[in-house]
């Protein structure tokens, strides 16, 4: 059950005890993370907007002083998905259009990190509107999969994944609605958690078209870390929520955990079912509960209509859909009975099960294409599918606000693969402390 792995490079919080400890400085973390952009990304293209000279002062600025129990990144470097506004930076979602759109305030996620300590080196690529799983665009051109270059990282978080797959920095902070951290992290072999709804607010994340002033909250949309462990997880979650979390760590011995590997209309090619139906199995000889089916799952072909539906209008922000029509808001009030009623399903079954595993995504890291892979075919197990439905094993917890941590848990044929560990609502870091129980047992 290998893992493909790219780098021995320190995490954030492995990389800060060494800047507490005198073992370097800021500059010279810094100066390191610089030096491995300018070295390993011409042929990856991850790291598309470079804020170096900033990052150089803001360093010196930190040489000398304590770092203090409020600063738990202190003197880190870190990148961000170019969809989150740093002050003085453009934020562009991809557009010519918007190249020079530059923002006048950080996001509210770069504000907590920065207060954290954190550096910013600059900001990664991403697909245009944020919606392919693919990460290239006009503007910066493609982002290359570090595993294999002829294969994409994932979208739309895809340059995050990237440059932390790849050891230029120890984490970054992207945004999902439709897989965009959980995808990418699984192409990519690394860790990404899709926070529960509302956890972090999405200030400064919002799409240039409408203003910097723009209200960023979007129905299903959330932002979420990444990283190259669960620890690394955790401490950056905890940075940017803005709600007390209960912890439930618990023992994996006598965890009760339903497996989802199966959903109408979107079947699973075999070299991601593979690695994850391994995993469970190793579970189960650790002494985890797995259940392949329970009748407490929804309705998952219904889940997944709604999901679409939602997701169409959250993204369209109202616009005309394909179809030329417009939602009404009778439409919209009954996508939010169907996601109430969903949500109370789920709440349901987390009173049985602890948690649920399920694929982040159909497939392994895709060869590049030329247009969105949503608008094509995938081909699994040998048969042309519907590369739209993929889109269900992301909304199996956006659609229900859920949290989920993907963690890599296998390859196949060379390439990482991934596993989502979707927990109650709120449950954020319950579901990473698990996915990092099952790293354990999984790495022996």
Same mark, same amino acid.
């Given at each position: 059950?290998?893992?493909?792995?790219?780098?021995?490079?320190?995490?954030?919080?492995?990389?800060?005890?060494?800047?507490?400890?005198?073992?370097?400085?800021?500059?010279?973390?810094?100066?390191?993370? *610089?030096?491995?952009?300018?070295?390993?990304?011409?042929?990856?293209?991850?790291? @598309?907007?470079?804020?170096?000279?900033?990052?150089?002062?803001?360093?010196?600025?930190?040489?000398?002083?304590?770092?203090?129990?409020?600063?738990?990144?202190?003197?880190?470097?870190? =990148?961000?998905?170019?969809?989150?506004?740093?002050?003085?930076?453009?934020?562009?979602?991809?557009?010519?259009?918007?190249?020079?759109?530059?923002?006048?305030?950080?996001?509210?996620?770069?504000?907590?990190?920065?207060?954290?300590?954190?550096?910013?080196?600059?900001?990664?690529?991403?697909?245009?509107?944020?919606?392919?799983?693919?990460?290239?665009?006009?503007?910066?051109?493609?982002?290359?999969?570090?595993?294999?270059?002829?294969?994409?990282?994932?979208?739309?978080?895809?340059?995050?994944?990237?440059?932390?797959?790849? $050891? %230029?920095?120890?984490?970054?902070?992207?945004?999902? *609605? $439709?897989?965009?951290?959980?995808?990418?992290?699984?192409?990519?072999?690394?860790?990404?958690?899709?926070?529960? /709804? #509302?956890?972090?607010? %999405?200030?400064?994340?919002?799409?240039?078209?409408?203003?910097?002033?723009?209200?960023?909250?979007?129905?299903?949309?959330?932002?979420? &870390?990444?990283?190259?462990?669960?620890?690394? !997880?955790?401490?950056?979650?905890?940075?940017?929520? =803005? %709600? &007390?979390?209960?912890?439930?760590?618990?023992?994996?011995? $006598?965890?009760? %955990?339903?497996?989802?590997?199966? +959903?109408?209309?979107?079947?699973?090619?075999?070299?991601?079912?593979?690695?994850?139906?391994?995993?469970?199995?190793?579970?189960?000889?650790?002494?985890?509960?797995?259940?392949?089916?329970?009748?407490?799952?929804?309705?998952?072909?219904?889940?997944?209509?709604?999901?679409?539906?939602?997701?169409?209008?959250?993204?369209?922000? #109202?616009?005309?859909?394909?179809?030329?029509?417009?939602?009404?808001?009778?439409?919209?009030?009954?996508?939010?009975?169907?996601?109430?009623?969903?949500?109370?399903?789920?709440?349901? !079954?987390?009173?049985? +099960?602890?948690?649920?595993?399920?694929?982040?995504?159909?497939?392994?890291?895709?060869?590049?294409?030329?247009?969105?892979?949503?608008?094509?075919?995938?081909?699994?197990?040998?048969?042309?599918?519907?590369?739209?439905?993929?889109?269900? /094993?992301?909304?199996?917890?956006?659609?229900?606000?859920?949290?989920?941590? @993907?963690?890599?848990?296998?390859?196949?044929?060379?390439?990482?693969?991934?596993?989502?560990?979707?927990?109650?609502?709120?449950?954020?870091?319950?579901?990473?402390?698990?996915?990092?129980?099952?790293?354990?047992?999984?790495? $022996?």
């Amino acid at each position: 059950m290998a893992i493909p792995r790219l780098t021995d490079q320190p995490g954030a919080i492995a990389l800060a005890a060494q800047i507490r400890a005198g073992e370097l400085s800021p500059r010279e973390a810094v100066e390191a993370a *610089i030096a491995r952009i300018e070295d390993r990304d011409m042929p990856i293209d991850a790291v @598309v907007v470079c804020d170096f000279e900033r990052a150089r002062t803001a360093a010196e600025a930190l040489d000398g002083q304590a770092p203090g129990d409020d600063r738990p990144l202190f003197g880190v470097p870190m =990148t961000i998905k170019e969809s989150f506004d740093i002050a003085g930076l453009p934020t562009c979602w991809g557009h010519e259009r918007f190249a020079d759109n530059i923002a006048r305030r950080d996001s509210f996620v770069v504000e907590r990190l920065k207060a954290a300590g954190a550096i910013f080196l600059g900001k990664t690529n991403v697909p245009p509107d944020l919606a392919d799983w693919q990460s290239r665009n006009p503007v910066y051109g493609r982002t290359r999969n570090p595993h294999d270059t002829a294969r994409t990282p994932g979208g739309s978080s895809g340059g995050a994944a990237a440059a932390v797959a790849s $050891g %230029m920095v120890p984490c970054e902070y992207g945004s999902d *609605i $439709g897989g965009s951290i959980r995808v990418p992290a699984h192409f990519c072999g690394v860790w990404g958690h899709k926070a529960s /709804w #509302g956890l972090v607010p %999405m200030r400064g994340h919002a799409h240039p078209m409408l203003g910097q002033d723009a209200r960023a909250e979007v129905a299903l949309g959330v932002a979420g &870390p990444i990283a190259r462990n669960a620890e690394d !997880l955790a401490l950056l979650l905890r940075l940017t929520a =803005t %709600m &007390p979390l209960p912890e439930q760590v618990r023992p994996l011995a $006598g965890c009760r %955990m339903l497996l989802v590997a199966d +959903y109408p209309g979107s079947p699973v090619d075999d070299a991601v079912r593979g690695p994850v139906e391994a995993a469970a199995d190793a579970l189960q000889g650790a002494g985890v509960q797995i259940a392949r089916s329970s009748d407490l799952l929804p309705d998952l072909a219904a889940q997944q209509r709604s999901y679409m539906k939602m997701l169409n209008i959250a993204l369209a922000r #109202g616009m005309p859909g394909p179809d030329g029509k417009r939602a009404s808001a009778s439409d919209w009030f009954d996508l939010l009975d169907a996601q109430a009623r969903c949500e109370e399903a789920w709440r349901a !079954l987390f009173e049985v +099960y602890d948690f649920v595993l399920a694929p982040p995504a159909p497939v392994l890291a895709l060869p590049h294409g030329e247009g969105r892979v949503f608008d094509g075919k995938l081909t699994i197990n040998g048969r042309e599918e519907d590369a739209g439905a993929a889109l269900a /094993w992301a909304g199996l917890a956006t659609f229900p606000n859920l949290p989920s941590t @993907v963690l890599p848990v296998g390859e196949s044929q060379g390439l990482p693969c991934g596993m989502q560990v979707i927990g109650p609502r709120w449950h954020d870091l319950g579901c990473i402390a698990a996915a990092r129980a099952i790293g354990d047992v999984l790495q $022996g």
